[in-house]
């Protein structure tokens, strides 16, 4: 029953380590995308527009 507890620690201690681990390198930049921004003048990306409903003009009124 003892190992188990000393198991269970050694895992909180290793996951807040991880866990403290991980804000630093968010903190550090390490996962900011510098490459993206860079190329992407190169591709042509549509731009999305809200059109307004447009009346067909070939109605026919009687």
Known sequence: MEVIFILIAISLVLAGSFLFLFFK????G???DNHTPAIRILFENE???KD???VPSTTKSK
Not at 25 to 28: G, L, P, R
Request: aromatic content about 8%.
């Open 25 to 28: 390198a968010m903190k550090s």
């Open 30 to 32: 390490q996962f900011d």
């Open 47 to 49: 731009t999305k527009t």
């Open 52 to 54: 307004k409903k447009q």
